[in-house]
Nanobody, 124 residues
Framework: QAQLVESGGGLVQAGGSLRLSCAASGIIFSSNAMAWFRQAPGKEREFVAAVSRITVFTRYADSMKGRFTLSRDNAKNSVYLQMDSLRPDDTAVYYC?????????????????WGQGTQVTVSS
């Protein structure tokens, strides 16, 4: 049974940093492309970043470039999202996702497995 568990969310002031983690089980982790999406209240789910099966290729949404860094550790079946220079508009529930195709995508429909999400709140 596939399971993705996010952690590391919380409340932070604008300009601060958070590091989100996602631990996977029940999947062949190294075969999956991994991604983070987020969803703010009243808004659609939004692509944040994706990483290929090994950390060779990464892809970021334009508003996250230079502020967020995505990495993975296949030995630990985990993926990490380092978020720096956080802004109030980064406030959202952040979701970890896995694509068994192994292909990175910014489309949430391309992902097969999802975590329950972790809340990130950035105060001004």
């Amino acid at each position: 049974q596939a399971q993705l568990v996010e952690s590391g969310g919380g409340l932070v002031q604008a300009g601060g940093s958070l590091r989100l983690s996602c631990a996977a089980s029940g999947i062949i982790f190294s075969s999956n492309a991994m991604a983070w999406f987020r969803q703010a209240p009243g808004k659609e789910r939004e692509f944040v970043a994706a990483v290929s099966r090994i950390t060779v290729f990464t892809r970021y949404a334009d508003s996250m470039k230079g502020r967020f860094t995505l990495s993975r550790d296949n030995a630990k079946n985990s993926v990490y999202l380092q978020m720096d220079s956080l802004r109030p508009d980064d406030t959202a529930v952040y979701y970890c996702a896995a694509a068994k195709s192994g292909r990175m995508s910014d489309r949430y429909l391309e992902y097969d497995y999802w975590g329950q999400g972790t809340q990130v709140t950035v105060s001004s």
